[in-house]
């Protein structure tokens, strides 16, 4: 159904830190899992060129580590061991950068220190102020940051959208059950198709 409202991509924490398969593997991340993270990031990346092709703006929401604090999230709970540390994303490393996709001209950047991107950051501001009346929010992992801003979006009253290509977690039924919870919950999931032709009809009209 075509829409008059103006619609955000949220790009969520598509970094070195989760998403190079070199340092997954030296953290105990299986082949599959990689290789699940692989695809996500290609449809991220192809939906990122829909999103331009369309004139819908993207935000990108970067997970960093300040030098003189360690990760927040991860000094509260560490969960099972993984062997990530407590020096996830550290600002100024290759680790903290985007990986394979990156923010181009003026595409908003936000740097986020807690799961969800609207936590201690401007992105509520910044999208009421741009009129954005729904969200598409992709990214890694799917069950941890992608979950905890669709779901903060929608608290704050945004209509929410999550394309189950563009999302992964390190464990296939995590992703999953992430899935159902979000459109049992709070949004509608679909695949990257679907959010792309709603844009190009969008557009059109």
């Not at 991340?29 to 692989?38: K, L």
């Not at 703006?57 to 709970?77: G, S, Y």
């Not at 598409?136 to 929410?160: I, K, M, R, Y």
Request: aromatic share 8%; glycine share 6%.
């Amino acid at each position: 159904m075509t829409r008059s409202g103006i619609d955000a991509l949220l790009v969520v924490d598509v970094q070195h830190y989760f998403a190079r398969p070199e340092f997954l593997r030296s953290h105990k991340v299986s082949m599959e899992a990689v290789a699940r993270v692989q695809a996500a990031v290609e449809e991220i990346a192809g939906l990122v060129d829909d999103a331009r092709s369309a004139d819908v703006p993207i935000f990108w929401i970067q997970n960093t580590t300040r030098l003189d604090a360690p990760w927040e999230a991860n000094r509260k709970f560490r969960g099972p061991a993984t062997g990530f540390g407590f020096d996830a994303c550290m600002e100024g490393t290759e680790l903290a950068e985007f990986y394979r996709v990156q923010p181009l001209g003026a595409e908003t950047v936000v740097r986020k220190e807690r799961y969800s991107a609207f936590i201690g950051t401007p992105l509520e501001s910044m999208l009421r102020q741009a009129g954005v009346d729904r969200v598409t929010v992709t990214g890694l992992t799917t069950e941890c940051c992608v979950a905890s801003t669709a779901n903060d979006a929608f608290q704050h009253g945004w209509d929410v959208r999550v394309p189950a290509d563009c999302c992964a977690s390190y464990q296939e039924d995590l992703h999953r059950a992430a899935l159902t919870a979000i459109a049992l919950n709070i949004g509608e999931v679909m695949v990257r198709e679907q959010a792309a032709a709603d844009w190009r009809r969008s557009r059109s009209a």
